[in-house]
């Protein structure tokens, strides 16, 4: 499949990346949300990093994980 057989809507997306960390794992994992859906992606950022990496859920990771999202255009 292609990305462009993934049915996505064009306009703003947001990604949160994974592999753009650090991480002992070599996670790779990437998601993507719409832009006006960005707290739903930030939840599973965040639930990702607390279940996958052992982060400890924290405002302080939110605020990390906030900080990595990119804006993409589709």
Same mark, same amino acid.
């Given at each position: 499949?292609? +990305?462009? #057989?993934?049915? @996505?809507?064009? $306009? #703003?997306w *947001? +990604?949160?990346?994974?592999?753009?960390?650090? /991480?002992?794992?070599?996670? =790779? @994992? &990437?998601?993507? %949300?719409?832009?006006?859906? =960005? !707290?739903? *992606?930030?939840?599973a950022? &965040? %639930?990702? %990093? +607390?279940? /996958?990496? $052992?982060? #400890?859920? /924290?405002? !302080? @990771? =939110?605020?990390?994980v906030?900080?990595? @999202?990119?804006? &993409?255009? +589709?």
């Open positions: 499949m292609d +990305v462009a #057989q993934l049915g @996505l809507k064009p $306009g #703003q *947001l +990604v949160a990346n994974c592999g753009k960390m650090p /991480s002992e794992k070599n996670c =790779r @994992l &990437v998601m993507m %949300a719409p832009a006006d859906q =960005r !707290e739903d *992606l930030l939840d950022g &965040v %639930a990702h %990093a +607390v279940k /996958s990496h $052992g982060h #400890q859920e /924290s405002p !302080e @990771l =939110r605020e990390g906030a900080k990595t @999202l990119e804006e &993409v255009t +589709v």
